[in-house]
């Protein structure tokens, strides 16, 4: 936090959170589809090299959730010693719901169509194919 240098354990830390989060919602995608309470269920994951700096979940491209994530000093063990970090607070996040209503003008739907949109561009560009 000090000196904002690099850390391998705290990259290593934030990979470790990803990866439980990440698998936590595949597993829940998957059983929707193993339990037959949707007939088809589909995730499929891929990683870029920025710093999360909010949650976005698009739906059906009918609806949105979106939350800053804030960032507070947090003091946390890493290799075994304490360490001041500037952590991102995700379960912090508050979400906003913007859901399509038909009208292409509406703020929500123009909302969702940017997201879709920001989210295309990550995917296809710097986002690669994550392999747990």
């Known amino acids: 936090m000090d000196d904002l240098?690099?850390?391998?354990?705290?990259?290593?830390?934030?990979?470790?959170?990803?990866?439980?989060?990440?698998?936590?919602v595949v597993d829940a995608v998957n059983e929707l589809a193993e339990l037959e309470i949707v007939s088809n269920a589909?995730?499929?994951?891929?990683?870029?090299?920025?710093?999360?700096?909010?949650?976005?979940?698009?739906?059906?491209?009918?609806?949105?959730?979106?939350?800053?994530?804030?960032?507070?000093?947090?003091?946390?063990?890493?290799?075994?010693e304490e360490t001041a970090i500037w952590d991102l607070m995700g379960k912090d996040a508050t979400l906003f719901h913007h859901s399509a209503d038909g009208n292409e003008d509406s703020l929500a739907a123009q909302f969702i169509s940017q997201s879709r949109m920001w989210f295309n561009s990550i995917w296809t560009t710097v986002g690669r194919e994550y392999m747990p």
């Open 42 to 80: 589909r995730a499929e994951v891929r990683i870029n090299p920025a710093v999360p700096l909010f949650k976005l979940y698009l739906i059906n491209e009918a609806e949105a959730f979106f939350g800053y994530y804030p960032v507070q000093e947090h003091k946390i063990k890493l290799d075994g």
């Open 5 to 24: 240098t690099d850390s391998p354990a705290f990259r290593a830390r934030a990979t470790r959170i990803m990866q439980r989060h990440t698998l936590a």
